[in-house]
């Protein structure tokens, strides 16, 4: 890690270091040349152990929610279960309902993580089959991290055929995944949130039971086919025109990572800002979410003196934290504590924080 100074909080898109914005001006080359299948050859290797997974892992020029709704599209033929404790769970429930599949839903009050046992109870409950069940790992919403392990192993209890997708989009990079060790099916993450690059492609992986399920399901689309995506991968190219740029971006990042500080040492780095957060915030402002789940990579806060005053105040003096969001939008702020910064801006930050919001 570098000793860059950030002033920008928001838990996405998160600040870009200056040399990974460097790499994003190499000079372009083509993608159906050697130098291309070299590259992405690279970053598929480092994804293997990203995502922990030793099956198909992609990269699509996409946002997030471009490859939750190709997880979908792909995957799904007519009925999902989808778990929801804020605004970017439920996003699955308003891809899946415009894709015209038979989606239900189990929900929890914002602030809250999926209970397993409700899950467990839930499935045991319908007799309708579900083709899959969406969980989200982190919620980007309120700072709620559900226990993705927990929920996996009760849908491969109650029903070891139905598919998991999981939404790691503020997660993977910032906490332990476990893709096999999990057994998952489909797992997504945008590269703006822990990945710590611009916002514009999305990295995922998908399982062999995924594969053979997609292949059952003749419509799938056509850009957003996740077969077309794995059958390219496995000749180290894409297919179609990606985002040249971010690839680069991304090869160099995923190296920093792996190789330069390493997962383990980032993931701790991420729940030390966590803590620090949570301790320094606590005289000034509650959590809004459960602390039990309090999420590594985010923190929802109400601030005694109001969310949206402490947020203007911040931005006079150089600072930039995130905003609620839906239904929190005007009684929380967000701390976005993911990605490359460092515990040192972190701290200078808060150090203001507090001259603003506990004067």
């Known amino acids: 890690m570098t000793n860059n100074h950030c002033t920008f909080f928001v ?5 870009v270091r200056p ?26 290797a480092d994804l293997k152990p990203l995502f922990d997974t ?6 699509v020029t996409s946002s997030g929610t471009g490859v939750m709704q190709a997880a979908l599209e792909s995957c799904v033929a007519r009925r999902v279960l989808v778990t929801t404790c804020g605004a970017f769970s439920e996003k699955w429930l308003t ?6 599949l038979e989606a239900d839903r189990l929900s929890v009050e914002w602030g809250q993580a999926i209970d397993p046992d409700r899950l467990a109870d839930h499935l045991t409950s319908r007799r309708a089959h579900y083709a899959a069940v969406t969980i989200t790992q982190n919620e ?18 109650e029903s ?9 989009v503020s997660a993977l990079g910032g906490m332990p995944l476990q893709f096999d060790g999990w057994d998952l099916d489909v797992c997504i993450a945008s590269v ?6 611009p916002p514009g492609i999305t990295v995922a992986a998908m399982s062999n039971r995924a594969m053979e399920k997609a292949k059952k399901h003749p419509y799938r689309g056509t850009y957003l086919d ?13 297919p179609s025109t990606p985002s040249i740029p971010h690839f680069f971006a991304l090869a160099r990042q995923l190296d920093d990572i792996l190789r330069g500080e390493t997962l383990p040492v980032r993931f701790e780095r991420h729940r030390r800002m966590r803590d620090i957060v949570l301790e320094r915030t606590a005289p000034f402002a509650g959590l809004a979410s459960d602390r039990e789940h309090a999420s590594s990579t985010v923190s929802a806060l109400k601030p005694q003196k109001g969310a949206e005053w402490v947020g203007k105040e911040m931005k006079k003096r150089g600072f930039t934290l995130g905003g609620g969001y839906g239904e929190w939008k005007e009684t929380t702020l967000r701390i976005g504590h993911m990605g490359d910064i460092t515990i040192d801006s972190l701290n200078a930050m808060l150090d203001v924080l507090e001259e603003v919001a506990g004067s």
């Open 11 to 15: 838990p996405g898109p998160t600040w």
């Open 19 to 44: 040399a990974i914005l460097q790499e994003m001006t190499r000079p372009m080359i083509g993608h159906r040349s050697p130098e291309f299948r070299d590259l992405f050859r690279q970053i598929n």
């Open 54 to 59: 030793k099956q198909t892992t992609l990269v």
């Open 95 to 100: 891809i899946a309902e415009s894709l015209g």
């Open 140 to 157: 980007t919403s309120t700072g709620v991290t559900n226990d993705v392990a927990a929920l996996a192993r009760i849908v491969r209890a």
């Open 160 to 168: 070891p055929d139905t598919l998991v997708l999981v939404d790691s």
């Open 192 to 197: 703006q949130k822990c990945l710590a690059l």
């Open 226 to 238: 996740l077969l077309q995506y794995a059958s390219k991968a496995a000749e180290d190219g894409v």
